[in-house]
């Protein structure tokens, strides 16, 4: 039974700050956990990433104003979101991939930022 459990979604105003949780339970081996986020009316796209090797990766977009990081005893990835524009409301999915090869997704947590 595998289930990622995201948090930490809310309404800010620009230039605000949340930061989004999530839990990863009945999964092991995990290579790599990130963030991604949908856009009404838009495609998936990478938020940040973090490796098993605590390797990250940001969306251009976001470098500089987001932070994710892990707690590995917990199972948990966070994504620390500074300087909030409206640009980033959307639905953050939280991502694991297991064995290089499978895919698990989160719910699901909206973010929406006005202006």
């Known amino acids: 039974q595998v289930r990622l459990v995201e948090s930490g979604g809310g309404l800010v105003q620009a230039g605000g700050s949340l930061r989004l949780s999530c839990a990863a339970s009945?999964?092991?081996?995990?290579?790599?956990m990130g963030w991604y986020r949908q856009a009404p009316g838009k495609q998936r796209e990478l938020v940040a990433r973090i490796t098993s090797a605590d390797n990250t990766n940001y969306a251009d977009s976001v470098k500089g104003r987001f932070t994710i990081s892990r707690d590995n005893a917990k199972n948990t990835v966070y994504l620390q979101m500074n300087s909030l524009k409206p640009d980033d409301t959307g639905v953050y999915y939280c991502?694991?991939?297991?064995?290089?090869?499978?895919?698990?997704w989160g719910q699901g947590t909206q973010v929406t930022v006005s202006s």
């Open positions: 009945g999964i092991n081996f995990i290579n790599a």
């Open positions: 991502h694991v991939r297991r064995l290089a090869i499978s895919d698990y």
